[in-house]
């Protein structure tokens, strides 16, 4: 049975730090990219992140880039998502999903095969 299963969220302040962590079971972790997307109220969902386990590769949405750090554990697997200068606009529902393959655009939701139940970052002012 695939899973993904996300943790770290919280409240944090704006300027802050949370670390999220994904962790993968039942598929074989080297032959997907994992992707982080994030939903605000009243918002679509969007990729903020992503990696490929097989070469390592990235990608980070403009409005992250420079704050936010994916890294993949593959003897683990599992895919942490470092998120430094937090915003108020980072507030979001954080969900990792799996595709197979490897980066190669920017992440589309529709393209992601499995996703996890998601965890609520929220950021003050």
């Known amino acids: 049975e695939v899973q993904l299963v996300e943790s770290g969220g919280g409240l944090a302040q704006a300027g802050g730090s949370l670390r999220l962590s994904c962790a993968a079971s039942?598929?074989?972790?080297?032959?997907?990219?994992i992707g982080w997307f994030r939903q605000a109220p009243g918002k679509e969902r969007e990729g903020v992140s992503a990696?490929?386990?097989?070469?390592?590769?990235?990608y980070y949405a403009n409005s992250v880039k420079g704050r936010f750090t994916i890294s993949s554990d593959n003897a683990k697997t599992t895919v942490y998502l470092q998120m430094n200068s937090l915003k108020p606009d980072d507030t979001a529902v954080y969900y990792c999903?799996?595709?197979?393959?490897?980066?190669?655009?920017?992440?589309?939701?529709?393209?992601?095969?499995?996703w996890g139940k998601g965890t609520l970052v929220t950021v003050s002012s």
């Open positions: 999903a799996a595709r197979w393959g490897v980066i190669t655009h920017t992440p589309v939701p529709s393209f992601y095969d499995y």
């Open positions: 039942g598929f074989t972790f080297d032959d997907y990219v």
């Open positions: 990696i490929s386990s097989s070469d390592g590769s990235t």
